[in-house]
Nanobody, 126 residues
Framework: QVQLLESGGGVVHTGESLRLTCTAS????????MSWFRQAPGKEREFVAA????????AYGDSVKGRFTISRDNEKTTVYLQMNSLKPEDTAVYYC???????????????????WGQGTQVTVSS
């Protein structure tokens, strides 16, 4: 079955960096749009970043643009989220998600993704 396993979360201070990793198995990774979402306590799950399988198209949430970078290694079936200049408002559980080939306008749509990981906690202290 499909498995998405996130790692790399932790506790950091404002301004520091973290790199999240999501390793996938059981799916045709090379044909999937991969993404990151996050959910803070009491809030809805929020789009963070996405990249199509070819790497030709990426999308970012407005609150992370310029600070976060998504990348992927199709040979390793792994997607990464490099998070720089972290802020307390970035504190959340971060989820990796996989979906079919998506047009750019749908890459931010949570309902477009049918495979989800269990999440990894990121806490940014001020």
């Amino acid at each position: 079955q499909v498995q998405l396993l996130e790692s790399g979360g932790g506790v950091v201070h404002t301004g520091e960096s973290l790199r999240l990793t999501c390793t996938a198995s059981g799916l045709n990774f090379n044909r999937r749009t991969m993404s990151w979402f996050r959910q803070a306590p009491g809030k809805e799950r929020e789009f963070v970043a996405a990249m199509r399988f070819s790497g030709d198209s990426t999308a970012y949430g407005d609150s992370v643009k310029g600070r976060f970078t998504i990348s992927r290694d199709n040979e390793k079936t792994t997607v990464y989220l490099q998070m720089n200049s972290l802020k307390p408002e970035d504190t959340a559980v971060y989820y990796c998600a996989g979906g079919p080939h998506l047009i750019i306008s749908r890459m931010r749509d949570r309902s477009a993704y049918n495979d989800w990981g269990q999440g990894t906690q990121v806490t940014v202290s001020s």
